[in-house]
């Protein structure tokens, strides 16, 4: 998962001599010490090994993205669940008090509705008022109905609301899932990579570290001005945020301000310029307008790769800050570091 900028020829000067493979290895030792197959670059074990640990860290990069997006989709979810039990607990209040409301009415009625009307009218020493009570008696029948009826609804409602909720609450669970897988597979890509690292001859391993920190981790070349205005006062403010975070730690998953993955730099440098972003680099291609490489401005947002997993920030001056993998501060870098996916103007 690499960012870096191609070899310097000096790295493959260093590492002549130095197999890696046990096959290269075995081949070496077969041939005698200090002797090469001929035909055979001497340092091919070592370029496959920093061409493993490339992918490893991309694959890495692309297993971050999936966890950054699963880890939104919890927070999400877990939203809608608090707002569906805050819906149930409410639904069953009003039920309970209209289960009160409507036992009162049925009570009256069973205790007034052992005699038949006609007897109790023939019966009865006030005629005149037994009637108004019995029309009284009618209309409160019929709002006993009304209210049976909307008791009724109230608990078809609480039973849908019931199985949304549940319905949150599985998904809640299988998106914490997938978080958690998500993070086993970067946490094991970063691992293997770090091992194929550990593995590299002092020298070697040393050579690739400088080769990748070869962006510009400090103000170096960027000092002047960027050769264009930014687009907008937020994206200049963005800018000037992430420029701020150079030289800070990239740390899978950060938002900062301490460390940054790629997507989180940028969301963090919009958020200081009062703008929202989602979470991931994917998202962030389409938070904004498309505008051609060629037109870029500085704030404006570069994805990278056919899958946009990676995503840094235009300063000017054909460069972009970002934070690009483990072991890497946040730096700037050409703006054609990798195949660009996308350029975003928020």
Not at 123 to 145: F, K, N, Q, V, W
Not at 313 to 333: E, I, K, L, S, T
């Amino acid at each position: 998962m690499s960012h870096r900028r191609p070899s310097q020829p000096g790295l493959t000067r260093g590492a002549r001599g130095t197999v890696l493979s046990a096959a290269a290895a075995a081949t070496a030792a077969a041939l005698g010490a200090g002797a090469a197959p001929a035909g055979a670059e001497p340092g091919t074990g070592t370029e496959e090994a920093r061409a493993r640990v490339d992918r490893l860290y991309q694959e890495a990069e692309q297993a971050t993205e999936s966890f950054n997006a699963a880890g939104e989709r919890v927070e999400r979810l877990h939203e809608q669940v608090r707002h569906a039990q805050d819906r149930v607990a409410r639904s069953q209040e009003r039920i309970n008090r209209m289960r009160e409301a409507l036992g009162s009415v049925a009570g009256a009625q069973y205790r007034s509705g052992g005699i038949d009307p006609a007897l109790a009218l023939l019966l009865s020493p006030d005629p005149d008022g037994y009637l108004d009570a019995a029309a009284t008696l009618d209309r409160i029948s019929e709002r006993h109905t009304a209210a049976l009826t909307d008791f009724r609804r109230e608990q078809r409602d609480l039973g849908q609301e019931r199985r949304e909720a549940s319905r949150d609450l599985a998904e809640l669970e299988r998106s914490r899932s997938a978080v958690a897988r998500h993070k086993r597979t970067v946490e094991r890509k970063l691992g293997e990579a770090r091992r194929l690292l550990n593995a590299l001859p002092a020298e070697d391993r040393a050579a690739y570290d400088r080769s990748s920190r070869s962006g510009r981790d400090d103000l170096a070349g960027m000092a002047a001005p960027p050769d264009l205005p930014a687009a907008s006062p937020w994206a200049a403010a963005a800018m000037t945020a992430a420029r701020g975070a150079v030289g800070r730690p990239y740390a899978w998953g950060a938002t900062g301000p301490a460390a940054f993955d790629c997507s989180g730099l940028v969301q963090w440098s919009y958020a200081q310029a009062g703008v929202g972003l989602p979470r991931t680099s994917r998202a962030q291609a389409d938070a904004g307008t498309r505008v051609p490489l060629s037109a870029a401005r500085p704030g404006d947002i570069v994805t990278y790769r056919s899958d946009a997993s990676h995503v840094g920030m235009y300063v000017g001056n054909g460069q972009v800050v970002h934070a690009p993998y483990p072991g890497a501060a946040v730096r700037y870098d050409p703006v054609g570091m990798m195949p660009v996916y996308a350029v975003t103007r928020v």
